[in-house]
T-cell receptor
Framework: AQSVTQLDSQVPVFEEAPVELRCNYS??????LFWYVQYPNQGLQLLLK??????LVESINGFEAEFNKSQTSFHLRKPSVHISDTAEYFC????????????FGAGTRLFVKA | DAGVIQSPRHEVTEMGQEVTLRCKPI?????LFWYRQTMMRGLELLIY????????DSGMPEDRFSAKMPNASFSTLKIQPSEPRDSAVYFC?????????????FGPGTRLLVL
């Protein structure tokens, strides 16, 4: 069965600094990988996802994540964060076995300081 | 599209009472998921449906929890009797029937407090 580990529960960073949120997964089959973001008092919404092809995927607001199969990682990065990026970020994985189950990590709270 | 709709948004009840949470998925989506989010346990999948049929309910905590999906546009999660440890935010999400690569669209959640 698949599992997801987000290595940092909280990441404080100053505005305009770069940030990396780490995610490792475990699975015996090929996977799909997702990053979701949750703003305060809201549901989760998709930030970006990797299905196949290029290992580098990007979101419309400047985040990117790279699928590294050998290291079973899918770290999320942004070169310059904004105050508005303050939120909780969830890494998620689902297995390419025809099922519908997606496993979410414990979340990383990104706090951007002025 | 209105997105996933959940009601109520907030619920405060006393221990022992029955609680019913409601969800309307995005029109045309065939998969529906119920999650529970707490500080201690994070986001937990309780149950998911495909084409109105429960596929995996292994995450349902115990017999006090039940979920139904009588049609493609409505689902309920019921807790009877409720206990203080059920206090959490409950999310409903839906996705199209394409499989595990599909994005899940989350509702705004129901914040449940059991006193």
């Amino acid at each position: 069965a698949q599992s997801v580990t987000q290595l940092d529960s909280q990441v404080p960073v100053f505005e305009e600094a770069p940030v990396e949120l780490r995610c490792n997964y475990s699975s015996s089959v090929s996977v799909y990988l997702f990053w979701y973001v949750q703003y305060p008092n809201q549901g989760l919404q998709l930030l970006l996802k990797y299905l196949s092809g290029s290992t580098l995927v990007e979101s419309i607001n400047g985040f990117e994540a790279e699928f590294n199969k050998s290291q079973t990682s899918f770290h999320l990065r942004k070169p310059s964060v904004h105050i508005s990026d303050t939120a909780e970020y969830f890494c998620a994985v689902s297995e390419n076995t025809g099922g519908f189950k997606t496993i979410f990590g414990a979340g990383t709270r990104l706090f951007v300081k002025a | 599209d209105a997105g996933v709709i959940q009601s109520p948004r907030h619920e405060v009840t006393e221990m022992g009472q029955e609680v019913t949470l409601r969800c309307k998925p995005i029109s045309g989506h065939n998969s529906l998921f119920w999650y529970r989010q707490t500080m201690m346990r994070g986001l937990e999948l309780l149950i998911y449906f495909n084409n109105n049929v429960p596929i995996d309910d292994s995450g349902m905590p115990e017999d006090r929890f039940s979920a139904k999906m009588p049609n493609a546009s409505f689902s309920t999660l019921k807790i009877q009797p409720s206990e203080p440890r059920d206090s959490a935010v409950y999310f409903c999400a839906s996705s199209s029937a394409g499989g595990p690569q599909e994005t899940q669209y989350f509702g705004p959640g129901t914040r449940l407090l059991v006193l």
